[in-house]
Structures are given as structure tokens and as C-alpha cells.
């Protein structure tokens, strides 16, 4: 078998142009234009990037942003300050700490502070106590577990019934997205630094979720034939013939899987478009809330 790729570039663009359409249309009936304010403590250069593209796809579908930029070493009361004052602030509908924040700050407490009309990343503890509840449903889903499951049902996975196993279980990926599989009635199973016999388990997974940024990690014979695999690592390997000494290379060793699973995302180019683009809609719907 080979696997059909599955183009999360091409999702997240369709995505994009959907909401840039919803805007337009807003603007048209006299609505307001949506309104993202971003919140980065510090210099973590990765984190800066993240930031500044978000404020660039929010400009390229007519969304405001807001930044604010904090130094490293922010007291909590600035944090939050900061964070009550977008919450009073009309023209914002989502606000977006951007995690990792520096060590001295209570993450947990930020991200409460947070207006649960305007939690766009869907990290507020009562966003994600929704998510794990039966019969409760969160005001926003957090952005890249959003994403892992627009791919899965648009590469026409059967969900339901279906043996899910996660590996990885972060606040930002594996643990949303493990709650989100269970919502939608698979079987899951969650891999973590403690698991034991983890290929035996990855091989029943008839559909799963590789986040635990190890490169080139799920090898071809821990892939159940048939499987949908979502790899949402993105990692550095050394590579001398490329141009920056480097090349990026998912969770799951992408040739040899793609040998034997039913359908794979690619890295880059899979899971990553659609953080933004999810990000987005979460925005466009923060601002829908408010009409
Ligand atoms: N850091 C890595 N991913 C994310 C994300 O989706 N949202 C925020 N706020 N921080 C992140």
C-alpha cells in the first residue's frame, strides 16, 4: 500500500480563504472586523516567529492584531494586568499568550485570567475541563488538536470505534487531542515517557497521533497496514546537502510509513498550516459571539 499524503497546506489555504470570505461579508453588512491580540513574554526566538506569522495571517484575511510584547522578566500582576485589560478591550475578540512563557510565571493563572468568550487557543482550565467532560462542549477547541481532526475526517478516517493512540501528552497537543478523539468515540490510547511495549501498542492503532517531537521516531513495522497517521512533530535532523545544514523531519520516519499506512500528513507541510489557520476560525467565531 501506498499512503495518500495528506495536504494540510492545501486545507489550511481553503480554511483561510473561507474566513477571509466570512470577513469580507461582515465588513459588507456592517458588522465588526474580528480582532486578535497577541501576549509574548520575553525573547524566545522560536516564539517570536510563531507570533509574527500568526499577526501576518491575521492581516492576510483581514483580521486586526494587537501585540504586545512583555520582557522576560514580567511580573505575574503585569501579565495579567495586561490580560484584564484585553478583556475590557471591545476591538479584541481573542486574546493568544503564547506558551512557553519564562519559568517565574504561573501559566495556569495566566490562562485563567483569560475571558472564556476570548480564549481562541482553547487553553482556558475550564475550556479544557469542558473537552473532557461528556455532554459539555468548549467554547474554543485548541488550535493544532483542531487541526489533527479536520485532517483525519477530511482524509476519510472512521473515527468512531476506531483504536486511537496518542503519543505525546502535552497540554498543547497530546492531551487536547486524545480528549478530542474520545469525543468523537474512538478508543484511545495515550503513549507517554512511562509507556512500556510502546511499538506493540502503536501496532493496533488503526488511526494514530505522533506528537512527542522525537525525529523519525514510529517506525514501518509499528504501523498497523491500513492506519491514518497525523504527525504533528516537527524536528531538526542534520542533513550536510541541505542549505541551512538541516532539513525538517516529522515524529514518524515518513518514507518507510508511508509504505503501509492508508494516509499520512507530510512534515512540512501537514498538521503545521493548520494551527494558524484553526487559530483564525477560532477568531472569526470570537468575534461571532459578540454580534
Ligand atoms: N506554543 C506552541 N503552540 C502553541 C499554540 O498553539 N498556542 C500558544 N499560545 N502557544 C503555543
Known amino acids: 500500500m501506498t499512503a495518500k499524503i495528506i495536504d494540510g497546506k492545501a486545507t489550511a489555504e481553503r480554511i483561510r480563504g473561507e474566513v477571509k470570505e466570512a470577513i469580507e461579508k461582515r465588513k459588507t453588512a456592517g458588522k465588526s472586523i474580528p480582532g486578535l491580540a497577541t501576549v509574548l513574554v520575553g525573547e524566545n526566538p522560536a516564539s517570536k516567529v510563531y507570533v509574527r506569522n500568526k499577526q501576518k495571517a491575521c492581516a492576510e484575511v483581514g483580521i486586526n492584531s494587537f501585540g504586545h510584547d512583555l520582557p522576560g522578566d514580567a511580573s505575574q500582576e503585569e501579565v495579567e494586568a495586561l490580560v484584564r485589560k484585553l478583556n475590557a478591550d471591545p476591538a479584541v475578540n481573542g486574546i493568544l499568550v503564547q506558551l512557553p512563557m519564562p519559568k517565574h510565571l504561573d501559566e495556569e493563572r495566566v490562562l485563567a485570567s483569560i475571558d472564556l468568550g476570548k480564549d481562541v487557543d482553547g487553553f482556558h482550565p475550564i475550556n479544557i475541563g469542558r473537552l473532557a467532560q461528556k455532554g459539555r462542549e468548549p467554547v474554543f477547541v485548541p488550535c493544532t488538536p483542531a487541526g489533527c481532526m479536520l485532517l483525519l475526517e477530511e482524509a476519510g478516517a ?68 491500513g492506519a491514518y497517521v497525523i504527525d504533528v512533530g516537527i524536528n531538526q535532523k542534520e542533513d550536510p546537502t541541505a542549505k541551512r545544514g538541516y532539513r525538517l523531519v516529522g515524529d514518524v520516519a515518513f518514507a518507510e510509513v508511508s509504505e503501509v499506512a492508508a494516509a499520512i500528513t507530510p512534515v512540512p507541510g501537514g498538521v503545521g498550516p493548520m494551527t494558524i489557520a484553526m487559530l483564525l476560525k477560532n477568531t472569526l467565531h470570537a468575534a461571532e459571539l459578540t454580534d
Request: hydrophobic share 50%.
Open 158 to 225: 472512521q473515527i468512531a470505534g476506531a483504536n486511537a493512540v496518542v503519543l505525546g501528552r502535552s497540554n498543547i497537543v497530546g492531551m487536547p487531542v486524545a480528549l478530542l478523539l474520545v469525543k468523537a468515540n474512538a478508543t484511545v490510547t495515550i503513549v507517554h515517557s512511562h509507556s512500556r511495549n510502546i511499538p506493540e501498542i502503536v501496532r493496533e492503532a488503526d488511526i494514530l497521533v505522533a506528537a512527542i517531537g522525537q525525529p523519525e521516531y514510529v517506525k514501518k513495522d509499528w504501523v498497523k497496514p
